[in-house]
């Protein structure tokens, strides 16, 4: 785990907190608190999905992140920015990723938050297998 | 020398391991090793694209590769 008094970056193979990750980020000062929570979906172009898999190269994982608040923090103003992410094996409707952003006024939080979880979708060393009822499969791995 | 490649994901299934080792050049870069994995692993060819991070960074193609870097293969990431 990272944790500045502006940043908290966590990978963990337990389930993730949305009241704690929402309360961590609130400041005296922010006019609102955007949070972005991923969930587990049950199905996959149309195929049922029974359970995820998330594996982390945790060191790598924690600087991108690390880099990716910070681009946030340069790009618009902000207050507190949480990044937590859920490796091990995860059910339907469980919680795989929370972003939690506080901003004194809502414009620069909800740009914020949805740059940080596209950004975490393309640079972050984090791996996500769907199992299926006839096999399972690296998402993304294969054209 | 001998460089050790974690390997992470479909990389992992490759390689049959969370990790292998390679005999590479003394000045073997990025693309050279990536040339020297396809040969012993041709299933790495059939990937969407994988990169290869040096120290925990994403390494370019022209980076040279040392003999204590930590290597790993990162295969196209779906965290999220």
């Known amino acids: ?143 | 020398m001998t460089i050790t490649i974690l390997a992470f994901g479909v990389a992992k299934d490759i390689f049959n391991a969370p990790s292998i080792q390679l005999e590479l050049m003394n000045d073997a870069t990025v693309m050279s090793l990536k040339y020297t994995l396809e040969q012993e692993y041709p299933r790495l060819k059939q990937l969407s694209s994988y990169l290869i991070a040096v120290n925990n960074e994403y390494a370019l193609p022209e980076d040279y590769i040392h003999q204590r870097d930590e290597v790993a293969i990162i295969p196209p990431v779906s965290g999220g």
């Open chain 1, 1 to 143: 785990m990272m944790s500045s008094s502006l940043v908290n970056i966590l990978i963990t193979d337990a389930p993730l907190d949305i009241t704690a990750c929402s309360q961590w980020v609130m400041t005296p000062e922010s006019g609102g608190i955007d949070v972005f929570i991923g969930t587990v979906r049950n199905a996959t172009k149309g195929k049922t999905v029974l359970r995820l898999e998330f594996e982390a190269y945790q060191t790598m994982a924690m600087r991108e992140m690390e880099k990716i608040a910070t681009a946030a923090f340069e790009q618009w103003p902000l207050q507190k920015i949480l990044i937590h992410h859920r490796t091990g094996v995860l059910q339907v409707g469980e919680i795989p990723v929370i972003i939690a952003v506080s901003a004194a006024h809502r414009d620069a939080a909800f740009t914020a938050c949805r740059y940080i979880i596209d950004t975490l979708k393309q640079t972050v060393p984090i791996w996500k297998k769907e199992f299926f009822e006839d096999g399972e499969v690296w998402v993304a791995a294969h054209p």
